[in-house]
């Protein structure tokens, strides 16, 4: 497989090109070289979104059965390049390799052929009597769209709009972060071997200001995008100014409400990944959490022996839990929050720093703070890394209000051993996706957030609508027929 040899390339218009301004990706546990990634001219973006102008009408008048299965024949190319492409992913980030496998490895092609399965029988015309006649209800593929994602989860971020933009028959410019230009190449690699037509897929990886020209692009019609809050306020305003649909998946503060009869061991055991997973980079990632007064002691004695047990160490090791952070930066933004939430007055409970056996690589430590008030900055902000908030409560109903105190809500989850009761108080949560004693978004049922955590769902059918637009065709009762 060829991912290495693409370096430095961008892709559009179905050929792989030398990029003429390239950034070197940086290995997040060695901080060296990792391979050196392209960063799209304006000029690049001009020509990707004008292939994928040119590419829209033949594809969106595919029969949806052919785009299918060129979809399921892409989700095998990316299936053949899945250990590959995670290692990278890995190397490039620090996702633990045994996390990155599956998210960045194997989850994008199911995401593909779920997306393939549900074209290919999917009605795009309804038909709607009514008092006056009927209407056909038709939906058609909005057009370009323009797709940014962030570093974390880079493979099935992209993979969660790529494959229901193509499923609905848009064409798509994808626009993969600076510190994931390599992984992101072997998408276009499937793409290619799936035999796309030319312009169906470009793939131009950049920074701030790529992404910025590719959203105010006049030939773009959507732009879908997953990041920070900040910078979904600022897509958020050009697009508004173009009145430019669009999808904004941002950050999350998300509550993990452990109940008073919780189950101990399960709950911790729950938690590892629900608030430590991807190394505490996930938007949905549970790092407040709200445990009963009643037993608060026990919790947080159990989670400060979780975060203790958790292995922290090279990435690429099938026994590590907790790889290094993605950055320098992104180690000092989290080392900021750690020393916030001392200065608050939070109780460190374990870590608390960069763990002393780590000189190399952006590590920091499983970190717990307890007595932690949800006014804290620590219970506020988005820290995106391995660092946790642990905050008592008195009754469901403080649990609750707390948990909606945010100015996130992106996801959640319920802690019980009487589901009724954990489900009944996740109606009261405010957020867009919660989970009863366990959390993952799942593929089949709509993804997103509100408030802060923006809006527009991914996954499920109502991910595919966010790539089509609604046309309706009257029909008054009893009119003649057009001669
Ligand atoms: P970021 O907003 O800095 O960058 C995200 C992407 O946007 C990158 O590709 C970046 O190059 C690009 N970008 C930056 N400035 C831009 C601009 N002005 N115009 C257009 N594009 C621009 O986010 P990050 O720090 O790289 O990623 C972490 C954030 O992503 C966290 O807040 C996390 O919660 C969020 N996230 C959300 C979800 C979700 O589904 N809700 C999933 C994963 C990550």
Same mark, same amino acid.
């Given at each position: 497989m060829a991912v290495d040899l693409v370096e430095g390339k961008l892709f559009a218009d179905g050929k792989f090109r030398d990029a003429d301004n390239v950034e070197p990706v940086i290995e997040a546990a060695t901080e060296k070289v990792?391979?050196?990634?392209?960063?799209? /001219?304006?000029?690049?973006?001009?020509?990707?979104?004008?292939?994928?102008?040119?590419?829209l009408p033949d594809w969106r008048s595919t029969p949806a059965a052919d785009r299918a299965k060129a979809l399921f024949t892409l989700a095998d190319a990316l299936e053949a390049l899945a250990l590959h492409t995670s290692e990278l992913c890995s190397r490039e980030t620090g996702a633990p390799i045994t996390y990155s496998r599956q998210a960045n490895g194997f989850l994008p092609a199911v995401i593909f052929r779920y997306y393939a399965g549900l074209i290919d029988t999917f009605d795009i015309e309804e038909f709607r009597p009514s008092l006056v006649g009927h209407t056909l209800v038709r939906r058609e593929p909005i057009g370009v769209v323009g797709a940014i994602v962030p570093w974390n989860v880079p493979q099935l971020l992209a993979a969660m709009k790529l494959a229901p933009a193509l499923a609905a028959g848009c064409t798509v410019v994808l626009k993969p972060a600076p510190e994931t230009a390599l992984d992101a190449l072997a998408i276009a690699e499937a793409a290619e071997e799936a035999g796309l037509p030319p312009g169906v897929l470009n793939v131009i990886p950049g920074g701030r200001e790529t992404g910025a020209y590719l959203v105010g692009h006049r030939d773009i019609d959507k732009v879908a995008f997953t990041g920070s809050t900040d910078t979904g306020r600022l897509i958020g305003q050009t697009c508004g100014q173009l009145v430019r649909p669009i999808t904004l998946e941002l950050g999350g503060k998300s509550a993990a409400i452990i109940l008073d009869d919780a189950q101990l061991g399960p709950t911790i055991q729950g938690l590892r990944s629900v608030s430590f997973g991807n190394n505490g980079q996930l938007c949905y990632a549970g790092t407040r959490i709200l445990a009963p007064r009643s037993r608060y002691g026990e919790f947080v004695d159990a989670l400060t022996e979780m975060a203790d047990d958790l292995v922290v160490g090279n990435?690429?090791?099938?026994?590590?839990?907790?790889?290094?952070?993605?950055?320098?930066?992104?180690?000092?933004?989290?080392?900021?929050?750690?020393?916030?939430?001392?200065?608050?007055?939070?109780?460190?409970?374990?870590?608390?720093?960069?763990?002393?056996?780590?000189?190399?690589?952006?590590?920091?430590?499983?970190?717990?703070?307890?007595?932690?008030?949800?006014?804290?900055?620590?219970?506020?902000?988005?820290?995106?890394?391995?660092?946790? /908030?642990?905050?008592?409560?008195?009754?469901?109903?403080?649990?609750?209000?707390?948990?909606?105190?945010?100015?996130?809500?992106?996801?959640?989850?319920?802690?019980?051993?009487?589901?009724?009761?954990? /489900?009944?108080?996740a109606r009261a949560v405010h957020t867009g996706t919660i989970g009863i004693n366990m959390y993952q978004p799942d593929l089949g049922a709509p993804f997103g957030g509100i408030k802060a955590s923006g809006f527009g769902r991914e996954l499920g059918p109502e991910g595919l609508a966010a790539y089509q637009t609604t046309k309706s065709i009257f029909h008054a009762a009893g009119a003649a027929a057009a001669r």
């Amino acid at each position: 497989m060829a991912v290495d040899l693409v370096e430095g390339k961008l892709f559009a218009d179905g050929k792989f090109r030398d990029a003429d301004n390239v950034e070197p990706v940086i290995e997040a546990a060695t901080e060296k070289v990792l391979g050196l990634g392209a960063s799209a /001219t304006r000029a690049d973006i001009d020509d990707a979104v004008a292939a994928a102008r040119r590419a829209l009408p033949d594809w969106r008048s595919t029969p949806a059965a052919d785009r299918a299965k060129a979809l399921f024949t892409l989700a095998d190319a990316l299936e053949a390049l899945a250990l590959h492409t995670s290692e990278l992913c890995s190397r490039e980030t620090g996702a633990p390799i045994t996390y990155s496998r599956q998210a960045n490895g194997f989850l994008p092609a199911v995401i593909f052929r779920y997306y393939a399965g549900l074209i290919d029988t999917f009605d795009i015309e309804e038909f709607r009597p009514s008092l006056v006649g009927h209407t056909l209800v038709r939906r058609e593929p909005i057009g370009v769209v323009g797709a940014i994602v962030p570093w974390n989860v880079p493979q099935l971020l992209a993979a969660m709009k790529l494959a229901p933009a193509l499923a609905a028959g848009c064409t798509v410019v994808l626009k993969p972060a600076p510190e994931t230009a390599l992984d992101a190449l072997a998408i276009a690699e499937a793409a290619e071997e799936a035999g796309l037509p030319p312009g169906v897929l470009n793939v131009i990886p950049g920074g701030r200001e790529t992404g910025a020209y590719l959203v105010g692009h006049r030939d773009i019609d959507k732009v879908a995008f997953t990041g920070s809050t900040d910078t979904g306020r600022l897509i958020g305003q050009t697009c508004g100014q173009l009145v430019r649909p669009i999808t904004l998946e941002l950050g999350g503060k998300s509550a993990a409400i452990i109940l008073d009869d919780a189950q101990l061991g399960p709950t911790i055991q729950g938690l590892r990944s629900v608030s430590f997973g991807n190394n505490g980079q996930l938007c949905y990632a549970g790092t407040r959490i709200l445990a009963p007064r009643s037993r608060y002691g026990e919790f947080v004695d159990a989670l400060t022996e979780m975060a203790d047990d958790l292995v922290v160490g090279n990435p690429l090791d099938e026994n590590v839990d907790i790889g290094p952070l993605v950055s320098s930066r992104q180690r000092e933004r989290v080392l900021n929050y750690i020393e916030i939430g001392k200065a608050e007055g939070a109780r460190i409970v374990t870590g608390g720093g960069v763990p002393a056996d780590c000189r190399r690589g952006w590590y920091v430590a499983p970190t717990v703070f307890a007595d932690v008030p949800n006014s804290a900055r620590i219970a506020r902000d988005e820290i995106f890394g391995p660092v946790l /908030t642990v905050i008592p409560y008195e009754s469901d109903r403080e649990a609750i209000d707390i948990a909606n105190d945010s100015e996130f809500g992106l996801a959640g989850s319920v802690w019980s051993s009487d589901e009724a009761r954990a /489900t009944q108080l996740a109606r009261a949560v405010h957020t867009g996706t919660i989970g009863i004693n366990m959390y993952q978004p799942d593929l089949g049922a709509p993804f997103g957030g509100i408030k802060a955590s923006g809006f527009g769902r991914e996954l499920g059918p109502e991910g595919l609508a966010a790539y089509q637009t609604t046309k309706s065709i009257f029909h008054a009762a009893g009119a003649a027929a057009a001669r």
